[in-house]
């Protein structure tokens, strides 16, 4: 049998990190067992339907390199994009309800929503279970036809009431649930659209999907979705429930806490493959001490049974630590041209900038990025004058008197070092070998010279950085720091 996954997401916004590692996952799987990888928009939940998510959504994924395989003809209906869209296939939902109450397993529902709230509201004042009674359950077809007059019936399904519901999930081994209180549940709603109770079983089925992997907030629902399968009379998939992202306080990774869309990440500057990277390692563990996997490599490495079943701790610094190590392997010209972005966004430069003198800003702070939208702020003074606070300049004990006239006398050097000898090592020879000559220490020197070409406590060092100015910057940066202090 052909291996099928799906990513199933529904477009209400953005494509979030926990979804993201659904789809990596599945993505994962098909292709370590040579199968098939399909894309279907669960977007049966009008209320909450978001035009142009799924556009969103599919963008996000190609970006990210999960391409989806394009749905056959042969396996499901019309074919959109290669993707599947649940709101063009209503009446395939509604065929199978029907069938369904036609063979006595599922039933229509007429209750108002006053009375399911009055109902839920006594039976919590009671201390019981919450959920339907079953009123309509044994309406005879005159009641039916007549309370169809006046009423959009929902159609609800027959749950077990008695014994276990035992399945075998793939992360967490074999489970067991107690029909005992299990709630007929709502299969069609009055608008006539499906519940994802009852599209997701029809289209797995249809789409012929192998292993459904979805989050653990699914596991209550399983006992529906197994009596489900079992009343429509088909063979259910592998299911795998992944673990909760979490964040580091044990809370609940979130939309409402804002900052867990994909598309979040990628604008602040992270690396697609380090944060798919990250997102591989959110649940998995390969078992050993590697943390770095190429795309080939984690199909190569990736299995269910290394999913752990606790859930995943989101480790923003782990993050920072991956993208880092992602953009010092990044060929130099490649960077350059996805931090032009940043720089303009800070307008720092324009469309039109030197190329040359960008590289060696990039090069500078190459090893110490940790996400590219960093760069702005580190290397401002590399495009604008720089403004800080006089007292900066001060190295220890130093007064601004004494700073003056060192940075007075540092300039005297710089301006008899020629352009063509204007580079981090003779630079570092010469003024090194000056700071010797005037009986001072390299701290004296160095740090009000580094201090007022980058008007920061932490720079490159001062060579490196006044290699990437160049010389009419370096002596006009001092000529400005010296118009500080004097």
Request: charged residues 30%.
């Amino acid at each position: 049998m052909k291996i099928r996954t799906r990513f199933a997401p529904s477009p209400t916004g953005y494509l979030h990190i926990g979804g993201l590692r659904t789809a990596l996952y599945a993505f994962l799987l098909a292709k370590r067992l040579k199968g098939e990888f399909l894309l279907r928009i669960e977007d049966t939940d009008r209320e909450r339907f978001v035009p142009g998510a799924d556009v969103s959504l599919m963008r996000v994924l190609k970006e990210m390199g999960l391409e989806w395989d394009k749905v056959k003809e042969s396996v499901i209906g019309n074919q959109e994009s290669g993707v599947v869209y649940q709101s063009k296939r209503l009446d395939v939902y509604k065929k199978f309800a029907e069938k369904l109450i036609a063979e006595h397993k599922a039933y229509y529902c007429f209750c108002s929503k006053e009375r399911l709230d009055d109902l839920r509201a006594r039976q919590t004042a009671q201390k019981l279970p919450t959920g339907y009674d079953g009123l309509c359950q044994n309406l005879i077809v005159e009641e039916i036809n007549e309370k169809k007059k006046n009423i959009t019936p929902v159609v609800r399904l027959k749950m077990p009431k008695t014994g276990a519901c035992c399945f075998h999930d793939a992360i967490r081994g074999n489970i067991e649930f107690s029909y005992a209180g299990q709630e007929d549940v709502i299969l069609m709603k009055s608008d006539g659209f499906p519940t994802y109770h009852l599209a997701h079983v029809i289209d797995d089925n249809e789409m012929k999907i192998t292993h459904v992997i979805r989050g653990e907030e699914w596991l209550p629902t399983i006992p529906k979705h197994l009596a489900l399968w079992e009343a429509l009379g088909w063979e259910k998939p592998i299911y795998a429930h992944l673990p909760l992202i979490v964040n580091p306080d044990k809370t609940k990774l979130s939309k409402r806490q804002g900052h867990v869309a994909v598309e979040d990440y990628l604008n602040k500057g992270y690396l697609k493959d380090a944060l798919l990277n990250f997102i591989l390692l959110l649940g998995w563990n390969p078992g050993t001490e590697k943390e770095i996997f190429s795309m080939e490599e984690m199909i190569q490495e990736f299995s269910m049974e290394k999913i752990h079943k606790s859930p995943a701790v989101f480790n923003t610094e782990k993050l920072d630590w991956i993208n880092g190590f992602y953009i010092r392997k990044t060929p130099l010209n490649l960077l350059v041209e996805m931090c032009v972005p940043y720089l303009q966004e800070k307008d720092l430069i324009g469309e039109r900038y030197d190329k040359k003198y960008l590289e060696k800003i990039v090069l500078l702070e190459q090893e110490r990025l940790k996400k590219l939208s960093e760069l702005p702020e580190l290397t401002d003074y590399f495009f604008k004058d720089t403004v800080y606070d006089k007292n900066l300049l001060l190295w220890k004990n130093q007064t601004l008197q004494e700073v003056a006239t060192i940075l007075e006398n540092l300039l005297k050097k710089i301006e008899t070092i020629t352009d063509i000898n204007f580079n981090k090592n003779y630079l570092e020879k010469e003024i090194l070998a000056y700071v010797k000559e005037c009986n001072l220490k390299n701290g004296d020197v160095l740090w009000p010279f580094r201090v007022a070409m980058t008007g920061k406590k932490a720079s490159p060092g001062p060579f490196e950085v006044a290699d990437a100015l160049g010389k009419e910057r370096v002596v006009q940066k001092i000529k400005n720091a010296i118009l500080q202090v004097r």
